[in-house]
């Protein structure tokens, strides 16, 4: 199955300042990566994802990158705001179903905190 | 994004009673929903696989007779805590993939609370 690893655990960045969290995977066969932001007791919301035929995705102030040589994907999100503050986790899909809709295994996530 | 609605957010039950958890699709058709569990300051694990009009498939040391799923519409999934112990306390989160494609984006419902007493 898949494997997913996240880092780091928690960051700290000073509002205005850029936020970068890695992931890396292991099963090369896996084709899409979605990012999800969870904030306090709510269910984690689609932030951005990209699928393997790209290197780069870009939405306003966040962008995802993945390399899929080395296997790993990595979220960027510039001019920190405070609303920006949540756990953050990265995705990959472990194997497919026998209907066609691959399963998620989740990294282990980033607290991140924008300090005012 | 698509809307996938959890009922309800938040349940306090007492220890040896059943609680049922509704995933509903509210803007597409899911014939698969995805049930996970998350302990506080922890990631999501994977429960179960929820598939419209057959067996659910659980993964590897998730109980199926204390987790019952029913998915019996394209638009609704059921997860029934049976038999609740203090354990099983945790905030639980289903999921919708919107397509049958391999890249398909998943969405999440608000999550279900659940404290046993």
């Known amino acids: 199955g898949e494997n997913v690893e996240q880092h780091p655990s928690t960051l700290s960045v000073q509002e205005g300042d850029s936020a970068v969290i890695k992931c890396t995977y292991s099963?090369?066969?896996?084709?899409?990566f979605p990012w999800y932001k969870q904030e306090l007791g709510k269910g984690p919301q689609l932030i951005i994802d990209?699928?393997?035929?790209?290197g780069e995705k870009k939405d306003q102030r966040i962008a995802v990158t993945l390399n899929k040589t080395a296997k790993h994907f990595s979220l960027h999100i510039t001019e920190t705001q405070p609303e920006d503050s949540a756990v953050y986790f990265c995705?990959?899909?472990?194997?497919?179903?026998?209907?066609?809709?691959?399963?998620?295994?989740f990294g282990t996530g980033t607290r991140l905190t924008i300090i005012p | 994004g698509a809307v996938v609605s959890q009922h309800p957010s938040w349940v306090i039950c007492k220890s040896g009673t059943s609680v049922k958890i509704e995933c509903r699709s509210l803007?597409?058709?899911?014939?698969?929903m995805f049930w996970y569990r998350q302990f506080p300051k922890q990631s999501l694990m994977l429960m179960a696989t929820?598939?419209?009009?057959?067996?659910?498939?659980?993964e590897q040391g998730v109980e199926k007779d204390k987790f019952l799923i029913n998915h019996a519409s394209l638009t609704l999934s059921t997860l029934t805590v049976t038999s609740a112990h203090p354990e099983d306390s945790s905030f639980y989160i289903c999921?919708?993939?919107?397509?049958?494609?391999?890249?398909?984006?998943?969405?999440f419902g608000q999550g279900t609370r659940l404290t046993v007493v």
């Open positions: 929820s598939n419209e009009g057959s067996k659910a498939t659980y």
């Open positions: 099963d090369s066969a896996s084709n899409y």
């Open positions: 803007d597409f058709q899911a014939t698969t």
């Open positions: 995705a990959a899909p472990s194997h497919i179903s026998n209907f066609g809709n691959e399963k998620l295994t």
């Open positions: 999921s919708a993939p919107t397509g049958g494609s391999l890249d398909t984006e998943a969405f």
């Open positions: 990209i699928r393997s035929n790209v």
